[in-house]
């Protein structure tokens, strides 16, 4: 599997995610000449198309074990990576882009808002996430005391955690967990196939207009974001959530 967290996870992934304070060029000739640019570089990128509320994408075959996305909205350009080979690997679209977007779609440091840099782990699951997440993730904690009631059942544990990491808490690391379960599932146990998805986000805002260059920054935040999955997020989230997973099969 091309997926270096694989032994964890079914997919892995990396976004990269970034948001301007002004609306985005969504002109015809514009659109499809900064598509081409990326098809250049990426030639198996040749689905394209247009959702009812106006993003524009361009991707791979969702087929494949591993794709590439981009998704042109009203202010924010995104791109990801499912299952690279390697961090590396991920980082070079959404280089591309970055190095692309000032001269192609004309966006200019001044309006940019911010930059994200995303990992994700999707766990597969058929049964109640909310219930994996209060056993892997909450089982001491205070939090979690609405369970110990006669007869309780989790219907929704999706803790988030924000930190800054810089003085002026520009810089800023989220963990966001996705639950898709619902009350009716729990209600009659008829469960779907679904994912639980742990996110990893690091996000910098950028109302100080940092002095390098938007792909070095990418980069930097790329390494960071890497560290604290090795560090933090697979050996204290993403495994847990795993072994309560592989305790109920």
């Known amino acids: 599997m091309s997926n270096p967290y694989g032994s964890f996870c079914e997919d892995f992934y990396i976004n990269m995610r970034l948001g301007s304070q002004l609306a985005l060029p969504h002109q015809r000739d514009t659109v499809l000449h900064f598509f081409e640019q990326v098809q250049k570089a990426f030639p198996s990128m040749t689905r394209f198309r247009k959702s009812e509320d106006g993003e524009l994408n361009l991707e791979e075959d969702r087929g494949r074990q591993s794709y590439r996305?981009?998704?042109?909205?009203s202010r924010r350009l995104s791109s990801g990576h499912v299952n690279p080979a390697t961090v590396?690997?991920?980082?070079q679209l959404h280089r591309l882009l970055l190095a692309l977007a000032p001269h192609q779609l004309g966006i200019s440091p001044v309006e940019i808002d911010y930059l994200d840099v995303l990992f994700g782990f999707d766990l597969e699951f058929s049964g109640n996430h909310d219930e994996i997440i209060a056993e892997s993730l909450l089982a001491e904690s205070p939090l979690a005391c609405l369970t110990e009631e006669p007869g309780a059942r989790a219907v929704d544990f999706q803790p988030t955690v924000t930190v800054a990491l810089s003085e002026d808490c520009r810089l800023q690391a989220r963990i966001d967990i996705v639950t898709r379960t619902n009350s009716y599932q729990v209600r009659t146990g008829d469960y779907a196939d679904d994912v639980i998805s742990v996110y990893l986000i690091l996000r910098r805002y950028w109302g100080d207009r940092p002095r390098m260059s938007l792909e070095s920054l990418l980069m930097e935040m790329a390494d960071r974001a890497?560290?604290?999955?090795?560090?933090?997020?697979?050996?204290?989230?993403?495994?847990?959530?795993?072994?309560?997973i592989a305790s109920r099969s």
């Open 69 to 73: 996305w981009i998704s042109l909205e």
């Open 226 to 244: 890497d560290a604290l999955c090795s560090n933090h997020i697979v050996p204290k989230v993403v495994k847990p959530i795993s072994a309560a």
């Open 88 to 91: 590396a690997e991920a980082m």
